[in-house]
């Protein structure tokens, strides 16, 4: 297969920029999820890498081979689109051998794939049905075998499941991941759902306006979120993030709102006390913290009112209020404080995150980027 | 009756239902009545014009009409007319002119809907100007071409010419409308269909042919039979540009009646032409409807 | 860009001919021989000789003078002015009423209307005339005959001594059937796109039918009105094809029943067979309806009806 590579690419839109010079690689046999908000300009990198937008600026690669000016005809991709574009006009074995037949292909040798990828993909009591007959799920994989039946050295996936019913997405979601890692096709996978992107990605790369946000596997994305955006994207629900002042009389100490106080863990001290910031900003994610009733052994404490609590049968979301800010924390069942009662929240111990006001960059990469700088 | 308005069906119900639609009767009475006139007329011995019209039901009309006696010269003389000839006329015009608008349009009208070039949206602007513009303007200019054209072409031939000619300049004048319903037909095919056919392995114009055209068959429906009709209702190009002794069911009803002709004229004959002529038309009325209707309201969305 | 710009081209290619040759070229030439004596399509000696601006100025006397003409000018008025009020008006209640009926009877009703403009012009003239007929067989004489509001059979569209009302009537009449359904059909889509909520809500609050029409209806409509009576206009001044044949078979008197568009067509192709004069008349209509048409486009948001094309392919 092979590795695909964008590099310094920008994608304009008359006066929009809907891509601002990234670069990224795809790795070859890799599967990687392009998430972001709508708009952020992930379908937009798919289709780039298509061949169906051409690129403002920069160059794409395929492996060695510069594909920027070639036709999508001439990359040799498999692309299954959200609405999965099925031929309403053809059976389904006819939308199946279309690409082969455009290739020219014998028809015996057509008739055999076509056979052999409807096996695999559980569709062959369909070939006859056309489009309009299938359900959501059935068009998917009618989609994705028309993809696949050409052996494409990349695949290139749309937002494939968001037309499908919850159930059936989380089925078919890691079936996709087999069938990927089985071919070992280079995949590329658009998606404004996180939990897809966090469950069938080897590689995550978030978007925001065009921008990349952060490019990092599943558990870096989901602990260790490079800026507020990540941040507050990722998760369900999503990291309390609040501002806070700083206090730097001993050591760095962050005051957090209900009037407790915070000094920080090691590895943010150094960076702490190098930028000395009047301000940062908190977060921290509601399955990290507890509801506790005295605030002990050095956790950071947040004292506040209980607003709203949430039964979800596995789990409660119960919401404190403090100066303003609200924060959800995710607790056991049993744990069911009544509205307006005082509460403390303790955030597990190396589970606060701390990002730079400024930049809204998370200060422990800014404090990585200087180890490495020397 | 125990049907809520939420439930579909009409918003007015009841008396006031009825007397919309008695008052709606009333109103087109006019219509109902001139029609069945023509209709009844073909079929009877004199202008069955009111209800208490005494007539005699007769074949007679047809019989004279299809055999081509159409105006008794001197009593009941007959110079015989090739009818024949006259309703193959009509429609080698109409089809032509279908032919030329499909052959036209088609193309075109997928470009303005999923191209980008020069002057695309003024292209489009002056097409929707030139479906507005004085056609008689046109027509001048036209008759001139067609006049300074003639002198190079061989007496021989020069039938064809003016069939051919009839047929492409009838044709133009549809060509606008045309345009710009296929556009709206085409601006409903998704665009992920076309992409699916170049990402696998397609040109644009394979793309076309087999994942577009397929989906806008009704397009290519609605604008065929209005084309037809155009070219089979056509009265004035083909007076003005075919010879006289080439008739069509339109100039051979305007012969009969028009100007010095009329006391040769037998009107219920007249009446057989005209719902013979009408034939189609209603045809296609009937098995089209609802995409007539749609079409005609779908070149103005907004 | 250059490669696309070449497949542009050749897919408009069929239609940029027929365009070049039957509307460019054909307006050009006209505004030409509006400038030459053109008679009779002597085109080979007569396309050349210039007479400057003498068809205008004959077209300003004829104006002056002729009492044929001034016929004619007041004809082109009193039709467009009334059958412009019935094409929009008259398309505004059928509109209304039909959508406020049970769909069926609806749509019955609407193809009815639909008739008159999909017939062939020779039916429906052939249709007036046996409307109209001078003889007591004649549907209108028929019936006032029988009601004993005439004794003898009248000659409707052409008896002097009800001109210019009732040839006036009869073009106006004939032609508002045809032209009647075209704001229907606007104005009917534009309804059936009103979420149905709309009206039940207004329902729900107490509104009467009047109601609903004044306050709901007629309002959504505002613009497709503005957009009819434009483009109705534009199309009233520059039609003749119906009052052609209703003149051609005497229904109405000539000069009563001809407006501006038939007199041009007249003039050119049957009367004194005078193309330059024509041509210069002709040209007024150009411009008239080059102005309305430009306008039609200003209010016909153009620009939402032509979304760019997505990808680049």
Redesign the interface.
């Known amino acids: 297969m092979v590795e695909v590579r964008l590099e310094g690419v920008t994608k304009r839109f008359g006066r929009v920029t809907a891509v601002n010079s990234v670069n990224l690689v795809f790795g070859d046999g890799e599967f990687t999820a392009l998430l972001g908000p709508s708009g952020s300009g992930k379908s937009t990198i798919l289709y780039l890498v298509a061949g169906i937008y051409k690129p403002s600026e920069g160059r794409i690669y395929f492996g060695d081979r510069d594909v920027t000016d070639l036709m999508p005809n001439e990359r040799n991709i498999g692309l299954v689109f959200q609405n999965y574009a099925l031929y309403p006009h053809m059976t389904v074995y006819d939308n199946i051998a279309f690409p082969l037949k455009l290739r020219r292909t014998p028809p015996e040798v057509i008739r055999d794939k076509v056979l052999e990828v409807a096996k695999f993909l559980h569709i062959s009591e369909l070939l006859d049905r056309y489009p309009a007959q299938l359900s959501g799920g059935q068009q998917q994989r009618v989609a994705l075998a028309r993809a696949l039946v050409k052996e494409p050295e990349v695949l290139l996936l749309d937002e494939p499941l968001s037309n499908l019913d919850a159930l059936l997405r989380i089925k078919i979601r890691s079936e996709l991941k087999r069938i990927q890692k089985e071919l070992g096709v280079t995949a590329i996978y658009v998606t404004h759902d996180q939990s897809e992107a966090l469950a069938m990605a080897d590689k995550v790369v978030v978007i925001n306006r065009g921008v990349i946000q952060q490019e990092a596997p599943p558990d870096t994305i989901y602990n260790e979120p490079r800026n507020v955006f990540v941040a507050s994207f990722i998760g369900s629900p999503p990291s309390n993030i609040f501002p806070a002042t700083m206090d730097y009389t001993e050591e760095p100490c962050i005051n957090l709102p209900g009037g407790t106080r915070h000094c920080v863990e090691e590895e943010y001290a150094g960076v702490l006390w190098r930028m000395k910031p009047s301000k940062v900003i908190v977060g921290f994610r509601p399955e990290h913290a507890e509801i506790v009733e005295n605030p002990v052994d050095g956790r950071p404490v947040i004292v506040g009112e209980v607003y709203t609590v949430e039964p979800l049968g596995r789990e409660n979301i119960v919401t404190v209020a403090s100066e303003d800010i609200h924060l959800k924390v995710i607790t056991p069942p049993e744990v069911r404080p009544e509205a307006g009662e005082l509460v403390y929240v303790a955030v597990e111990r190396g589970k606060l995150m701390l990002f730079d006001p400024q930049t809204e960059i998370n200060l422990k990469y800014i404090a990585r980027e200087w180890s490495q700088g020397g | 009756m125990g049907e809520g308005?939420?439930e579909g069906?009409?918003?007015?119900r009841g008396t006031?239902?009825i007397v919309?639609?008695l008052?709606?009767l009333l109103?087109?009475l006019?219509?109902?009545?001139?029609?069945s006139?023509?209709v009844m007329?073909s079929f009877a011995n004199?202008?069955v014009?009111?209800p208490?019209?005494k007539f005699r039901f007769t074949l007679e009309n047809w019989r004279l009409f299809l055999e081509g006696k159409l105006a008794p010269t001197a009593g009941i003389v007959y110079t015989p007319e090739d009818i024949l000839r006259f309703i193959l006329n009509t429609g080698i015009v109409a089809g032509g002119v279908t032919l030329?608008v499909l052959?036209?349009?088609v193309?075109?009208a997928?470009?303005?809907?999923?191209?980008?070039?020069?002057m695309?949206?003024g292209?489009?602007?002056?097409?929707?100007?030139?479906h507005?513009?004085?056609?008689?303007?046109?027509?001048?200019?036209?008759?001139?071409?067609y006049?300074?054209l003639n002198?190079y072409i061989p007496r021989d031939y020069s039938i064809y010419y003016s069939f051919i000619f009839v047929i492409?300049?009838r044709?133009?004048?549809e060509?606008p409308m045309a345009?710009w319903i296929l556009k709206g037909f085409f601006?409903r095919v998704?665009?992920?269909?076309e992409?699916?056919?170049?990402?696998?392995?397609?040109?644009?114009l394979?793309a076309l042919r087999?994942?577009v055209l397929?989906?806008v068959k009704p397009g290519i429906a609605a604008v065929a039979i209005f084309a037809f009709?155009a070219g089979?209702?056509?009265?004035?190009y083909v007076l003005?540009f075919l010879p006289p002794q080439e008739k069509t069911?339109?100039?051979y009803?305007?012969s009969q009646?028009?100007?010095g002709s009329l006391e040769t004229t037998y009107?219920p004959v007249?009446?057989a032409a005209?719902t013979l002529?009408?034939i189609p038309?209603i045809i296609?009325?009937v098995v089209t409807?609802?995409l007539?209707?749609?079409t005609?309201?779908g070149g103005?969305?907004? | 860009m250059a490669r696309r710009g070449r497949q542009a081209l050749f897919f408009l290619l069929p239609m940029l001919i027929l365009v070049v040759a039957f509307y460019i070229l054909p307006l050009v030439l006209t505004a030409w021989i509006s400038f030459t004596p053109l008679t009779n399509w002597r085109v080979r000696d007569q396309l050349v000789d210039f007479v400057g601006l003498e068809n205008y100025v004959n077209l300003y006397y004829l104006a002056r003078y002729d009492p044929d003409f001034h016929k004619v000018l007041q004809t082109t008025l009193v039709f467009v002015v009334l059958t412009l009020f019935i094409n929009v008006v008259g398309g505004l209640v059928l509109a209304i009423l039909t959508y406020l009926i049970d769909e069926r009877i609806s749509l019955g009703y609407r193809l009815l209307w639909l008739l008159p403009r999909m017939t062939p012009l020779a039916v429906f003239g052939l249709l007036w005339y046996y409307f109209f007929y001078g003889g007591p067989q004649g549907t209108l004489n028929s019936f006032f005959l029988k009601m004993g509001i005439i004794d003898e059979p009248m000659r409707w569209g052409t008896d002097p001594a009800m001109l210019p009302y009732s040839a006036w009537a009869i073009i106006v009449f004939v032609n508002g059937l045809v032209g009647v359904s075209y704001g229907m059909i606007i104005f009917y889509s534009a309804f059936k796109n009103i979420p149905r909520e709309l009206i039940i809500a207004a329902r729900v609050d107490g509104a009467k039918t009047w109601e609903v029409i004044r306050h709901i209806l007629v309002p959504i409509v505002r613009w497709h009105i503005v957009f009819v009576t434009v483009w109705q206009l534009l199309s009233l001044i520059t039609s003749y094809t119906h009052l052609f044949v209703l003149v051609q078979w005497s229904v109405v008197d000539k000069w009563y029943g001809t407006t501006l568009a038939l007199y041009v067509f007249n003039t050119a192709f049957f009367d004194v067979k005078n193309q330059g004069f024509a041509a210069a008349a002709a040209v007024i209509l150009v411009i008239i309806g080059s102005i309305l048409g430009l306008l039609t486009l200003r209010i016909m948001r153009f620009s939402q009806m032509i979304s760019p094309p997505r990808g680049d392919i």
């Open positions: 308005i939420g069906g009409p918003l007015v006031m239902g919309i639609i008052a709606l109103a087109s006019p219509i109902i009545m001139t029609y006139t023509l007329t004199t202008i014009s009111s208490w019209v030329v052959a036209a349009s193309t075109s997928y470009a303005f809907s999923r191209m980008n070039f020069f695309r949206s292209m489009m602007k002056l097409l929707i100007l030139l507005a513009f004085p056609g008689v303007a046109l027509i001048v200019g036209v008759y001139a071409i006049v300074f002198n492409i300049a044709a133009s004048l060509i345009i601006d998704p665009w992920e269909l992409w699916a056919t170049i990402v696998d392995g397609g040109s644009r394979t087999t994942a397929p989906l009709l089979w209702e056509d009265l004035i003005v069911l339109a100039t009803i305007e009646l028009g100007s009107l007249v009446a005209g002529y009408l038309t296609f009325f409807q609802r007539l209707l749609e005609m309201s103005l969305k907004g």
